[in-house]
């Protein structure tokens, strides 16, 4: 079983469609969360952190569900510039601290006029 | 700051020759990764380094992919002999801690 999993998609939705996105992760240990956006042909950025209390940035809203090991990524009111590929992130955080960062194979979302 | 610098940007080469990927990391950093990515298996985290020491290589593929960090500036990522299934794109990333990885632009490696 892979340590992240995403559907990989494609989500095709209209513009100002709202869009959601699940990932799960099969380590009960692992610490932190991120979404990252790749575009095509770029390198990956982070789009934002996931807090277990949740957390909005704008049209971007995350969420953490640890009894069920998955993450959420909410897009509302979509627009042609959301088109990209997102990564699910897992940082497993072993003792000792800062340990690697695991990337989900991402979900690809095309938003269309 | 420039970012994380990445050379080449384009690699073409023949099966069993020789790849050398490099990698100059945001100044400061002292996490540097190396990352694989394709179609099939997504981006694939090979080693990683913290102050220069190579500290988790357990996604490195075989011994014919080596990996090195010999100052704080500067980190290669080695391929010896090529085979058409190395062909994907490599990025270097550098970083403080979590969150945020910072990736440079990645090298497209061809091996035909």
């Known amino acids: 079983r892979k340590e992240v999993e995403q559907d990989p998609g494609p989500f095709n939705v209209p513009e100002g469609a709202t869009v959601a996105f699940n990932c799960t992760y099969s380590n009960s240990a692992s610490q932190s969360f991120f979404w990252y956006r790749q575009d095509c042909r770029k390198e990956p950025k982070l789009l934002m952190s996931?807090?277990?209390s949740g957390n909005e940035d704008g049209r971007f809203t995350a969420q953490l569900n640890r009894a069920s090991q998955y993450i959420s990524l909410l897009i509302r009111d979509s627009k042609l510039s959301d088109s990209a590929t997102y990564l699910c992130v897992v940082n497993p955080m072993f003792s000792g601290g800062y340990n690697k960062l695991i990337f989900g194979a991402g979900t690809r979302l095309a938003v269309h006029p | 700051d420039a970012g994380v610098i990445q050379s080449p940007r384009h690699e073409v080469t023949e099966m069993g020759q020789e790849v050398t990927l490099r990698c100059k990391p945001i100044s400061g950093h002292d996490y540097l990764f190396w990352y694989r990515q394709t179609m099939m298996r997504g981006l694939e985290l090979l080693i990683y380094f913290n102050n220069n020491v190579p500290i988790d290589d357990s996604g490195m593929p075989e011994d014919r992919f080596s990996a090195k960090m010999p100052n704080a500036s500067f980190s290669t990522l080695k391929i010896q002999p090529s085979e058409p299934r190395d062909s994907a794109v490599y990025f270097c990333a550098s970083s403080l801690g979590p969150p945020e990885a910072f990736f440079g632009q990645g090298t497209r490696l061809t091996v035909v």
């Open positions: 996931v807090y277990s």
